[in-house]
Nanobody, 125 residues
């Protein structure tokens, strides 16, 4: 089992940057694919970015491509989401999620087994 704790959210202006962190505790973090999701008020939760457990494969939603970067540090059991050129439409609660899978492949959004409590990101115009 894995416990996930997000941090790094806050209130910023459009064009600013933020880096979210997700600290994982538990067994075999290195075998978990990791994802960042977000949910804005009145909207469904959406997958923002995914990184496989080797770090070799990543996925980004079209809305964040070229602006966000997902990375992981297995030595620190931490996954990051670097968010640059933030826009007001990026405002949401951001969640970290983990999917245990011995295979090197991108998980589907429904595959994730463990979730963090979320961190609020607010981008003002």
């Amino acid at each position: 089992q894995v416990q996930l704790v997000e941090s790094g959210g806050g209130l910023v202006q459009a064009g600013d940057s933020l880096r979210l962190s997700c600290a994982a505790s538990g067994r075999a973090f290195s075998r978990y694919h990791m994802g960042w999701f977000r949910q804005a008020p009145g909207k469904e939760r959406e997958l923002v970015a995914t990184i496989t457990w080797t770090g070799a494969v990543a996925y980004y939603a079209d809305s964040v491509k070229g602006r966000f970067t997902i990375s992981r540090d297995s030595a620190k059991n931490t996954v990051y989401l670097q968010m640059n050129s933030l826009k007001p439409e990026d405002t949401a609660v951001y969640y970290c999620a983990a999917d245990y899978d011995p295979l090197e492949r991108l998980p589907s959004p429904s595959d994730y087994d463990y979730w963090g409590q979320g961190t609020q990101v607010t981008v003002s115009s």
